[in-house]
């Protein structure tokens, strides 16, 4: 409960501000006088976040797949921050589809999401390592409770997995010169990432690009009940973002962060027990939840 003092002016980088959970950060600490830098993906999400903050919030366009993107971001950074550091970094963009059954995917559609939820969050976070050594910062990386259980088909659960495991190995090396690493696990919460059209126009152009082959052995009830489930999904989803928010709020204020915050109640009361359980009864679960192929008949 003990939070950092002189916190007041502090300067704190955000990625994935367009809308969501980053979206709100941003207001949130700009309100509590934090100096945001807030990374967003489009020039519309850019004037819409200036337009109800405070003068003291700055925007930058950041492409996480696009490295001269992420060199002027990361310049615009050490300008704004003018020798301080940076006490904060929460990366927070990322993308969930395409998101599928394995073998209806390309390498392609892997690098779709793996270039910017995993390899943009690396690059970015190293390019900005320097200036957090310096304030001996706090980095703060989204992944998914999802991601340990590798639930949903596709690059999502890959690339949050990969950034479990990247933070780890960070928070290890970084604790020598007192950067702190956290790690937010959300469980399904109503965002653009989640959202239905989209997951639903990308599965049908998946489905629409398999061989006759692999399209009979699904089957389309399968295609059927799988859009079904994603609706089914979206609808259990919880719309008060706020609850991932104050998690990352505290994993930057706190004294004592915590490694780990898992946000949501269906995180804390499914997602985080089943990825606990042994590997033949979580497999027996995600099972049930999941559409049987026409094959396996």
């Known amino acids: 409960s003990l939070n950092v003092k002189d916190l007041n002016g502090k300067h ?51 492409n996480l797949t696009d490295p001269s993107s992420i060199a002027n971001a990361v310049e615009f950074v050490k300008q704004e921050t003018d020798g301080e550091g940076l006490f904060g970094l929460v990366n927070n963009a990322g993308r969930a589809t395409p998101m599928a059954p394995t073998d209806w995917m390309q390498i ?28 001996k910062g706090r980095v703060v990386n989204v992944a ?12 999502y659960c890959l ?5 479990e495991a990247f933070s780890d190995i960070l928070r290890r090396d970084m604790q020598h010169f007192g950067v702190k690493v956290s790690i937010i696990e959300p469980g399904c919460f109503k965002t653009g990432v989640t959202s239905s059209e989209v997951i639903e126009r990308d599965l049908l152009r998946l489905w629409n690009q398999l061989t006759p082959e692999v399209r009979e052995s699904y089957g389309d009830k399968y295609f059927v009940e799988c859009k079904a489930q994603r609706f089914s999904m979206k609808r259990l989803c919880d719309s008060d973002i706020s609850k991932v928010t104050k998690c990352m709020e505290h994993a930057l204020m706190a004294k004592y962060p915590r490694t780990r915050y898992g946000s949501g109640w ?3 009361f499914f997602w985080l027990p089943l990825s606990y359980a042994p590997t033949l009864l979580s497999d027996m679960m995600l099972r049930m939840l999941l559409p049987t192929p026409a094959a396996i008949y």
């Open 144 to 155: 998914s409770v999802m991601g340990r259980l590798a639930f949903l088909g596709g690059g």
């Open 159 to 163: 690339s949050k997995w990969g950034v």
């Open 12 to 62: 704190v980088f955000i990625t994935g501000c367009d809308s969501g959970f980053g979206n709100l950060l941003a207001k949130q600490l700009d309100q509590r006088g934090f100096h945001v830098i807030a990374a967003c993906l489009t020039e519309k999400g850019s004037r819409e976040l200036l337009a109800c903050t405070s003068l003291s919030l700055k925007t930058v366009i950041l």
């Open 266 to 268: 269906d995180a804390k």
């Open 108 to 135: 392609d559609d892997f690098h779709t999401i793996l270039d910017v939820n995993l390899m943009g969050l690396i690059e970015i976070t190293l390019k900005l390592l320097p200036l957090l050594k310096k304030a």
